[in-house]
């Protein structure tokens, strides 16, 4: 029996690193840009109603070939890839997006919860200064009402 150590070995480690990033990448670029969610209305996990409403399909059909492939194939295929899928995607928004903005911020704050919230803090510290200016304004002696 012959072992590789050295140079084969971390070239198979590295080939499949670099095939794992990449399909992850794929499927990250797939789920955030271009708008499949998992359904909050979903039996388990919500993703044969996430995928079904995706690509307009009837989610009864969805899940007789999930059913189906599950039976067929075992646990390992189809099972793992259901799971990951449920683990990757994200829930879908509360209310509809309504435009880009709306789709940026539901993307940040699906990602990272406290970089959404000091946007919103933010915000709203930028309002109150310029409530202040506004009240420094009128209530100074130079203002006159006309």
């Given at each position: 029996m012959r072992r590789y150590h050295g140079y084969k070995?971390?070239?198979?480690?590295?080939?499949c690193r670099k095939h794992y990033n990449g399909l992850k990448d794929?499927?990250?670029?797939?789920?955030?840009?271009?708008g499949i969610?998992?359904?909050?209305?979903?039996?388990?996990?919500?993703v044969c109603r996430g995928l079904a409403d995706y690509f307009d399909f009837s989610v009864f059909w969805l899940r007789i070939i999930t059913l189906l492939l599950?039976?067929?194939?075992?646990?390992?295929?189809?099972?793992?890839m259901y799971i990951m899928a449920g683990l990757f995607l994200k829930m879908e928004p509360v209310s509809p997006l309504r435009d880009?903005?709306?789709?940026?911020?539901y993307d940040t704050y699906s990602h990272s919860r406290?970089?959404?919230?000091?946007r919103i803090k933010k915000k709203f510290e930028n309002i109150e200064r310029r409530i202040q200016r506004m009240e420094d304004t009128v209530t100074s002696r130079e203002f006159d009402w006309e």
């Amino acid at each position: 029996m012959r072992r590789y150590h050295g140079y084969k070995h971390n070239f198979q480690f590295e080939t499949c690193r670099k095939h794992y990033n990449g399909l992850k990448d794929r499927f990250e670029t797939l789920a955030s840009s271009r708008g499949i969610y998992r359904s909050r209305r979903g039996i388990f996990m919500g993703v044969c109603r996430g995928l079904a409403d995706y690509f307009d399909f009837s989610v009864f059909w969805l899940r007789i070939i999930t059913l189906l492939l599950f039976l067929f194939t075992g646990f390992w295929p189809v099972g793992v890839m259901y799971i990951m899928a449920g683990l990757f995607l994200k829930m879908e928004p509360v209310s509809p997006l309504r435009d880009e903005d709306d789709a940026e911020f539901y993307d940040t704050y699906s990602h990272s919860r406290q970089s959404a919230i000091r946007r919103i803090k933010k915000k709203f510290e930028n309002i109150e200064r310029r409530i202040q200016r506004m009240e420094d304004t009128v209530t100074s002696r130079e203002f006159d009402w006309e």
